[in-house]
């Protein structure tokens, strides 16, 4: 008897049934996570879209999507990620530029404290820099990894250093030689005028970016309250302090003389690679430019001038995880490759931020000695101690920081740069209106 046999077209319509539902099936398994990052440099793009390959390849399961926020790290990409957040569309992760107070007291950020706690023996913490695990822990809970670390530092040309017959600098943050007064006598040596009056050569670039404490904390003073750093809410200033006055007197004194390029009409952001002026006090963003320009001279880096401390400013980078993420454990792999040595050395390779990992440093150093005078042991203990003395900057740690920082800016420009009025007449006169900037933004922080 005659076996019936099905047709073969039944058998082809049986098998791609089946493989059709697998592939279904493996599209609806697949995860997404969605990443939201600054895309103002081509390098960092790069940088990221490495680092996305990397982490897809070893986890096969889970798709990285990159939202390029099409602007730098400022105000613009705080807006764009309020307007993804108010129309539900919150990414996964998030790049940690500009607002990081407000992301972190607005509850935008996940705690990764659980997270922290069950891989810590993987994590090799004593890898990192001095303080550096600190910098995103807010009431015993840690929010973030910092990747990327910059602080405000002192640079200064060799050439006429020496020319001028004055000893070069120290790069170790606790020596105690380099105070305050050695450095009022540095910018005044190394100021010189033509015989018209005009300027050959000036002392310092400025002291400091105007929107940071810097100035204050070397003086012993700050402009908030210790609590206003506790809480992230300052309700009052504290501008009006002894030291706040003596700090701002001193600078007076040194723009009044003409040793500050900014006073005497050298710019304050390219004096310094042109040879005019002797020092740039600036942050280490300005070092890779200092790279590429290829300077005509040795130049070296210097901590700050101690009167009291030698604090300044530091920020830190990452990559947060956002609190409404689905995926968190996706996220949380994300964020550990990106905080990794191995993620931090893929930034190195495309941008030449410094690394939060001592052993992903090694191609900062490397080229930093290159640029400079230093030996790598020296680069290190710049570095060491720039982290030991750095303090977290006021726009990472206080609520509405960016824009109280920025009109703090305005008013000691004008005070110093215009010479508009003395020190204790524009401290008596902004601190009300501080006062109440302050206070607007205490009665918009969440919960208030």
């Not at 919150?90 to 607002?99: E, G, I, R, V």
């Not at 107070?101 to 004593?126: C, E, H, K």
């Not at 290829?294 to 401390?309: C, D, H």
């Not at 101690?385 to 000691?412: F, K």
Request: one cysteine or more; glycine letters at 8%; aromatic letters at 12%.
């Amino acid at each position: 008897m005659r076996r019936h046999r099905p047709p073969r077209i039944l058998f082809r319509t049986v098998h791609i049934a089946i493989i059709a539902t697998l592939l279904l099936s493996t599209v609806a398994s697949a995860k997404t996570l969605t990443l939201f990052y600054r895309s103002n440099n081509n390098n960092e793009m790069l940088m990221v879209r490495e680092l996305i390959e990397l982490y897809e390849s070893r986890f096969p399961d889970v798709k990285v999507e990159l939202i390029p926020s099409g602007t730098g790290g400022g105000i613009n990409y705080t807006e764009k990620l309020m307007l993804l957040r108010a129309s539900g569309q919150m990414p996964d992760l998030f790049h940690s530029s500009a607002d990081k107070a407000g992301y972190l007291i607005n509850g935008w950020v996940m705690d990764i404290t659980p997270y922290y706690q069950r891989d810590f023996s993987t994590l090799n913490t004593r890898d990192f820099l001095p303080g550096v695990l600190d910098a995103f822990k807010r009431g015993g809970k840690l929010f973030g990894i910092p990747a990327v670390l910059s602080g405000q530092g002192l640079y200064y040309n060799v050439d006429i250093f020496q020319k001028s017959g004055l000893a070069l600098l120290p790069v170790e943050w606790n020596d105690k030689a380099w105070t305050w007064e050695d450095f009022v006598s540095y910018c005044q040596k190394l100021t010189r005028l033509n015989p018209d009056g005009s300027v050959q050569q000036v002392g310092v670039n400025m002291l400091g970016e105007y929107k940071l404490p810097d100035l204050a904390w070397i003086f012993g003073g700050d402009w908030f309250p210790p609590e206003a750093y506790v809480t992230g809410i300052a309700h009052t200033s504290i501008l009006d302090s002894p030291q706040n006055l003596e700090a701002y007197r001193a600078a007076q004194d040194l723009y009044e003389h003409g040793w500050v390029g900014d006073a005497v009409g050298a710019d304050p952001w390219s004096g310094f690679m042109s040879g005019i002026t002797a020092m740039e006090w600036v942050g280490w963003w300005k070092v890779t430019t200092f790279r590429n320009a290829k300077l005509s001279f040795a130049w070296n880096m210097a901590p700050m001038p101690k009167k009291v401390t030698r604090n300044h400013t530091l920020w830190f980078d990452t990559v947060f995880i956002s609190a409404d993420t689905d995926l968190p454990e996706e996220a949380w792999q994300f964020h550990k490759l990106y905080t990794s040595s191995e993620g931090q050395k893929l930034m190195q390779k495309y941008l030449g931020h410094v690394p939060t990992r001592f052993s992903a440093l090694e191609a900062y150093i490397n080229a930093t000695t290159q640029n400079t005078a230093l030996s790598p042991p020296e680069v290190l203990t710049y570095i060491s101690g720039a982290t030991e003395h750095g303090r977290i900057s006021v726009e990472e740690l206080i609520y509405g920081g960016i824009a109280i920082s920025s009109q703090m800016q305005n008013w000691i420009q004008a005070m110093l740069v215009n010479r508009e009025e003395p020190a204790a007449v524009m401290i008596a006169r902004v601190k009300p209106q501080l006062d109440a900037l302050l206070a607007e933004y205490a009665a918009k922080a969440p919960g208030k």
